[in-house]
C-alpha cells in the first residue's frame, strides 16, 4: 500500500508540474501573468495525460457527447467541444486531486490505510459531478414541464380577447419570470422573429433548445393554426392545455411519491432508535 501511494503521489505532482510549468511558459510567451491555479491543479493535468489519451476510446466519447449535450441544454446556447472537454477534465481532475492529496497525506503520516478512502474519492468525486450535471439537466427540464400549462393558458387567454398569435407569443416572452429556461428560450425566438428569422424557423429552433416532448407538441399546434387560421385555434388550444395540465399532475404526483421513498430510510432508522431506547431499560432491568 505504501508503493501504491508513493507511486499516485509522485504521478500527481509530476502531471502538476509539468501542466503548471507549461501554462507558466503559455503565459510569459502571451504576455500574462500568473497562471489560473484552479486550470494547473485541475484542468491541465487531467486534460493532457488522461483525456487527451482516453478520449480515442468510444465510452469516453459517449461520455463527452453526454456531457456536451447537457451543457448546451443548461446554457441554452450552442457551445464549443473544447468547453464540454474542459468540464469533463475539471471532474476527473477533481478526482485526481483527491487521490493525489490523500496519498501525499499518507505517505507524511505514515497513514497507507488512507489510501482506500483516496481511491474511493478519486472515483466517486467524478461520478457524482457528472450526475449533478444530468440532475440539473432533469431539473430544467421538469422546470419547464410545470411552466407550460402556465404559458399555454395565458397566451389562449390573450388570442381569446383578439390578440394575434405573434403578439401574444412576445408579451408572454417579455412578462415572464426572468432566468427560467422556458422563456429565455421563448425571448430568443422571438428575437429571431423580429431580425427577420420565419416563424416557423424561430418555433423550430424554440422546440430544439428546450429539449421537451410537450413543448414540441405546442410549437407544431402553433405552426399549425398559424398556417390555417380559423375560430378553432382557441378550441385546440384549451384541448392542448387540457393535456398539459393532466402531465403538470401526473409529475406532481410522481414527485411527491419520490419524496415519500426518500423519508422511507429515515422513519425505518428513527423507528429502529425507538425501539432501542424503549427496550433497553426491560433489557437491562431483566439482566
Known amino acids: 500500500m505504501r508503493l501504491l501511494a508513493l507511486f499516485i503521489a509522485g504521478g500527481w505532482l509530476a502531471m502538476t508540474a509539468v501542466s503548471l510549468l507549461s501554462k507558466m511558459r503559455e503565459g510569459r510567451i502571451a504576455g500574462r501573468g500568473l497562471p489560473n491555479w484552479r486550470d494547473a491543479l485541475l484542468i491541465d493535468p487531467a486534460d493532457r495525460f488522461i483525456l487527451k489519451r482516453a478520449v480515442r476510446l468510444a465510452p469516453v466519447q459517449s461520455l463527452l457527447a453526454a456531457v456536451h449535450a447537457d451543457l448546451q441544454r443548461l446554457e441554452g446556447r450552442s457551445i464549443a467541444v473544447a468547453e464540454s472537454r474542459r468540464e469533463l477534465a475539471r471532474s476527473v481532475g477533481t478526482g ?4 493525489g492529496l490523500t496519498a501525499c497525506v499518507a505517505i507524511s503520516a505514515d497513514a497507507a490505510e488512507a489510501m482506500p478512502a483516496g481511491l474511493i474519492a478519486a472515483v466517486l468525486l467524478p461520478v457524482s459531478k457528472i450526475r449533478s450535471l444530468r440532475k440539473r439537466v432533469e431539473e430544467q427540464r421538469r422546470a419547464v414541464q410545470r411552466e407550460l400549462p402556465e404559458l399555454l393558458s395565458v397566451l389562449m387567454l ?8 405573434q403578439n401574444a407569443l412576445l408579451r408572454c416572452a417579455r412578462e415572464g419570470a426572468d432566468g ?3 422563456y429565455r428560450e421563448l425571448r430568443r425566438a422571438m428575437h429571431a422573429m423580429q431580425n427577420g428569422e420565419s416563424f416557423q424557423q424561430a418555433m423550430d429552433g424554440f422546440a430544439r433548445r428546450v429539449g421537451v416532448q410537450e413543448a414540441s407538441i405546442l410549437t407544431s399546434a402553433l405552426m ?6 380559423g375560430s378553432d385555434f382557441v378550441h385546440a388550444l384549451r384541448e392542448l392545455s387540457f393535456n ?5 399532475k401526473s409529475l406532481a404526483r410522481t414527485k411527491g411519491e419520490e419524496a415519500v421513498s426518500k423519508l422511507s430510510l429515515p422513519l425505518v432508522l428513527i423507528f429502529f432508535v425507538l425501539m432501542v431506547i424503549i427496550g433497553s431499560p426491560a433489557i437491562l432491568g431483566f439482566n
Open 96 to 99: 485526481l486531486l483527491a487521490a
Open 158 to 165: 390573450l388570442v381569446g380577447a383578439g390578440e394575434s398569435l
Open 180 to 182: 427560467h429556461p422556458l
Open 224 to 229: 399549425l393554426q398559424y398556417r390555417k387560421g
Open 244 to 248: 398539459l395540465w393532466e402531465k403538470r
